[in-house]
């Protein structure tokens, strides 16, 4: 083995890790991901995977959380910009979905299918799914306590946001029978109802 080979291993981060294998999953799926597809990527070995890992089953919940995670850390920042509960509403809207590559999106969907039957997968989704609608309720609560959003049942308007988006986003991702146009301008007229808004100030 060359130095450079060795300074690698040694130097070779978790996140460089998971990030490469979030590549790999966003290609093949997360239960065809195998660590030697992820070992191969990074140039290294199997061992040094599981080193870190453990498992391939840790691995794959550790990954799927890493790339929602940057997703999510997308949606704070483009919130984080708003002016006020309408634009921050607007951004959340923009950030979260099926928007360009989508790859936190497909990992999303196989993630739903693995949940079933892997319990890490099923807490980490979770987890994660309170953390988007820990987000949009924040909002909503501003807008309403501001008296720019009619919104009587805030809990209620963002449990049916939220599964309105997944299940067009799944139609768009994997049926193609719903176009991303389509997805964005029937989520902001959604959206818009909820929250007694104008659907042009969403869209």
Avoid: N
Wanted: hydrophobic share 50%.
């Amino acid at each position: 083995m060359t130095a450079p080979r060795r300074r690698r291993s040694v130097d070779l981060r978790r996140d460089e890790i998971l990030a490469a294998t979030s590549g790999i999953v966003d290609r093949i799926g997360l239960a065809a991901t195998r660590v030697t597809d992820v070992a191969q990527a990074l140039g290294v070995s199997p061992s040094l995977v599981f080193y870190h890992f453990g498992t391939k089953d840790a691995l794959v919940v550790e990954t799927f959380a890493y790339a929602v995670e940057r997703d999510l850390a997308r949606l704070d920042a483009a919130v984080a910009r708003g002016t006020d509960p309408v634009d921050r509403l607007r951004r959340a809207l923009r950030a979260y979905g099926p928007t360009g590559p989508a790859a936190g999106w497909r990992i999303w969907i196989d993630a739903w299918a693995l949940a079933q039957r892997e319990p890490g997968i099923r807490t980490a989704l979770r987890r994660l799914d309170d953390r988007w609608c820990t987000v949009l309720r924040g909002i909503v609560d501003e807008g309403v306590a501001q008296g720019v959003f009619v919104c009587p049942d805030p809990a209620a308007s963002v449990a049916r946001v939220s599964a309105l988006l997944d299940g067009l986003s799944v139609a768009t991702l994997v049926y193609r029978s719903v176009t991303r146009a389509q997805l964005r301008r029937w989520v902001a007229e959604a959206v818009a109802t909820e929250v007694g808004l104008d659907p042009a100030l969403l869209a």
